[in-house]
Structure formats: structure tokens, C-alpha cells
């Protein structure tokens, strides 16, 4: 068994810098770039005339917004099928290092892929979404793993911290390019009675799903070269069983969290407020350009594109403040109390999303707001589960629980956003699903008594 030393600060920047790779999925492709490219995509025909939200896909019509949510919501199911097989194969042959290539070459080949989104193969098109989602998903049950074997229990919060910060650096740069590729490069087609007339221009907004795929690859190589490969494996171990042997160590995982009162205490509370976080993530571009008055016309349209982008670069920014300020408040405070005054705020916004926020600026006082509080709680709910393990070689199978959980609420949020959504016509009712998720989780935080710093 190779024994990974601590605290070294090469390891420590190969794990970071993985944040720095990969952030540009959950960034560019489910929160910026994307969602308005797919929305605009889907109301829009060829001529670039307004069609309606009204789509048809899988037999059926949807309102396009909640279509996303339900695919999304679809492939974090099949993360969550997948994952226990695939650490217990990786717990059998002790290189999680080679899942987290796999995962993170899947993802970053399929972020390229959506180069070829269409509308008239809506079915197709989706499939590099749902494999991108998977690839990202994937990587971090594996990258997740690594934190507590690299630092020790007291720079937990500090290194889990520069991750996120990391991430959001990253992320935010490219996103950069990206937006000044589409505001000054941007391929541009002017279209008379369904012919083209002429263009100018080179930057397509597809290209930026190709440098997405191109920027997570390429700088995951650092962190492939430099973190550890094989560790915790044992020659007793058996292959008998490999494909259920993940299921069984959840189980495992599972029944020693019961034991542990205030880990469950935790892991409850965890899953309702994380449900709240991940939706919000995910829906927040498209709540914004459905719920929110940008005006009407052509010129409005691309205002409300570029001003969603940019909000999004302010929340980014905010959240490098807002990991490092909470990483700091949880020394004085400790972890719960840190983690409970940024769900206190969720809720808050949320309330003030569902009454007041119609306007732009209503929303960027949001995106501020969100941007302090997400790094934060982020980046403390993984160092407080990390923190809160018992000592353990068997990382991977906790974090792959860890994992399984927060997607099971996820799955949970986005599709009870998008159904409550559907049934009642808007997204604003399903704020209100927020609201009680954050509450829920709230609550049970009041019942972890176990200080954790």
C-alpha cells in the first residue's frame, strides 16, 4: 500500500488545480454559456423568429426549460447507478486516479460534442449533455477522496477552500474568453425570406463548448502526473462479487453512519440544503431569462444573454471571497454554526426571489449575494464531512456514499422544480420547494452538537 504524505504542497496543487480544470463544466455548460445558448436554440427558428418555450421531445411536448431539468435530473440517476460499481472495481484495484482520467476524459469529450447541438435532433443532441454531466459527477466522487488523504484534519478546511477558489478562478477566465469571443468575434448571419445574405465575424458560441472540453483536459494533465496513483489496495482482497462490491460497501458505509449519530445528523441535513444549492444552480439562468422583464426585440435579447453571462462572472468572483471568508468564520465559529448563517441567507433569498426579484437589477443583487454564500457553503459542507469520518484507507467508499447522496437530492430538486414548474405553468412557484428544502436543512443542523473546526 502506497502511504500518501501529507500536507505536501505539490500533491496539494495537483488536486487544486483539477478544481481549476474541470469548474469549467458546472460553469460554462450548466450555468452560463449553455443554458442561454440552449434556450435561445429552442425558441428560435432558423430565420431567428421567436417561436415560443413550447418544444417536442421524447414523444411529447415540454416547456423547454423544464425538459432540461428532467434530462439533467436523468443523468444524475445514472451517476448515481454508476458510482458504486465503479469504486468498488477501483477499491479492488487500488488506482482511483485511473476513474477520475476516465471520468474527466468522458466529460471534457462530450463538453466538445455539444458543438453539434441542434434543435432538429433535439433526442441526439442531448446525449453529450447527459454523458458530460456524468463525466463531471463521476471525476469528483474520486477527486473528493483524495482531501483526506492529503491534508491533515486541521488544513481540511483551508485546502478544500483553495480548491473552490481555484475553481472559480479558473472557470471565471475562461468564461472570459469566451465572453469576448461572442461580444467582439461573434459569427454573425444576416438572413433574408430563409437565405443568407452575408456574415462577419468567426466566433460561434458552439466554439465555446470545444474550449470547454479542451481547457479541462488539457490542465487535468498537471493533476494526473503529480497525484498519487495506486494506494489502499491489498493483495487479500477478492475479485468475487466486483460488480455488487460497491453496493455492498455502501451498505457497509451506510450501516457505520448509523452508528455515528451526529455524521447522520449531518448527512440528513446536508442532503435537504444541498438540494436547495444544486437547483438553484442549475435553474437560476434559465429562472432568469423566463421570469425576469429584459424587454422585448432582437437588441434586448442579446442584453439579456450578455447580462446573464456576466452576472454569472460576478457570482464566480464573489465565491473565491466567500470560500476563503467562510474557511476563516468556521475557525471561530466552527463548521455548523458557519454552514447554518449561510443556509439563514439562502432562505432569505430565496423569499426575496419569489416576492420582489422581476427586474435585472433585482437579479444582480441576487448574483452577489449568492456568489459570497456558494464557495462557502460549498467548500465547508466537504471538509465537514471529511472532518467527521472515522479513521479510515477506505476513503473512496465513504466519499462515493457522500457522493450518491447529494445526487439522490439533486435528482430529487430538479425534478421537483421542473414538475411543480410544469403543472402551475412558471418557474416562480418553484421557489417555494427552495425554500422548504433549506429550512429542512437548517433544522437539522440545530441537532449536531459535535463541534467540528
Known amino acids: 500500500m502506497q502511504l500518501i504524505e501529507k500536507d505536501n504542497k505539490k500533491i496539494i496543487n495537483a488536486w487544486t488545480l483539477y478544481d481549476w480544470a474541470n469548474s469549467v463544466f458546472p460553469l460554462v455548460i450548466t450555468s452560463a454559456i449553455f443554458p442561454n445558448f440552449y434556450d435561445y436554440v429552442t425558441t428560435h427558428d432558423e430565420s431567428k423568429n421567436f417561436i415560443g418555450h413550447t418544444i417536442r421531445c421524447f414523444g411529447r411536448e415540454f416547456e423547454n426549460q423544464n425538459i432540461y431539468t428532467f434530462v439533467y435530473a436523468f443523468a444524475l440517476s445514472i451517476v448515481v447507478l454508476i458510482t458504486p460499481i465503479l469504486s468498488g472495481i477501483s477499491d479492488y484495484l487500488g488506482n482511483k486516479k485511473r476513474f477520475l482520467q476516465f471520468f474527466c476524459y468522458l466529460g471534457s469529450i462530450s463538453c466538445m460534442c455539444l458543438f453539434f447541438f441542434s434543435r432538429s435532433h433535439l433526442e441526439l443532441s442531448f446525449i453529450p449533455f447527459i454523458t458530460a454531466t456524468i463525466g463531471f459527477w463521476g471525476s469528483l466522487v474520486y477527486y473528493n477522496s483524495y482531501l483526506p488523504e492529503i491534508a491533515s484534519q486541521e488544513n481540511q478546511d483551508k485546502v478544500s477552500a483553495r480548491g473552490f477558489s481555484m475553481g472559480y478562478l479558473g472557470s471565471s477566465l475562461l468564461l472570459i474568453i469566451c465572453l469576448v469571443g461572442i461580444m467582439i468575434f461573434k459569427y454573425e448571419e444576416t438572413i433574408v425570406d430563409g437565405v443568407v445574405v452575408s456574415t462577419k465575424g468567426f466566433f460561434k458560441v458552439k466554439y465555446s463548448f470545444l474550449l470547454t472540453g479542451l481547457w479541462w483536459m488539457g490542465f487535468a494533465q498537471y493533476t494526473f502526473r503529480n497525484l498519487p496513483g495506486k494506494n489502499n489496495v491489498s493483495q487479500n482482497k477478492s475479485s468475487d462479487g466486483l460488480i455488487f462490491k460497491g453496493f455492498k460497501e455502501l451498505r457497509f458505509v451506510f450501516n457505520q453512519i448509523k452508528q455515528m449519530v451526529q455524521l447522520k445528523r449531518f448527512l440528513i441535513s446536508y442532503f435537504f440544503y444541498n438540494m436547495g444549492v444544486q437547483t438553484i444552480m442549475v435553474v437560476a439562468v434559465l429562472f432568469a431569462r423566463n421570469e425576469i422583464d429584459w424587454g422585448i426585440g432582437e437588441a434586448a435579447e442579446k442584453s439579456k444573454t450578455t447580462s446573464l453571462i456576466v452576472s454569472i462572472l460576478i457570482i464566480q468572483f464573489i465565491g473565491i471571497l466567500g470560500a476563503i471568508v467562510f474557511s476563516r468564520l468556521s475557525r471561530v465559529i466552527g463548521n455548523i454554526r458557519s454552514i447554518m ?113
Open 341 to 453: 448563517i449561510s443556509i439563514a441567507i439562502w432562505i432569505f433569498l430565496c423569499i426575496y426571489t419569489y416576492l420582489i426579484v422581476r427586474l435585472p437589477i433585482h437579479f444582480y443583487i441576487v448574483a452577489v449575494i449568492v456568489g459570497f454564500i456558494m464557495g462557502g457553503i460549498q467548500s465547508l459542507s466537504r471538509s465537514t464531512y471529511s472532518k467527521m469520518l472515522p479513521q479510515t484507507n477506505e476513503s473512496t467508499s465513504f466519499f462515493s456514499f457522500f457522493d450518491v447522496l447529494e445526487k439522490l437530492g439533486m435528482i430529487i430538486g430538479t425534478i421537483s422544480f421542473g414538475l411543480i414548474s410544469e403543472i402551475l405553468g412558471g418557474m416562480r412557484p418553484s421557489i417555494l420547494s427552495l425554500i422548504l428544502f433549506f429550512v429542512i436543512g437548517f433544522i437539522g443542523l440545530l441537532f449536531v452538537t459535535k463541534k467540528v473546526k
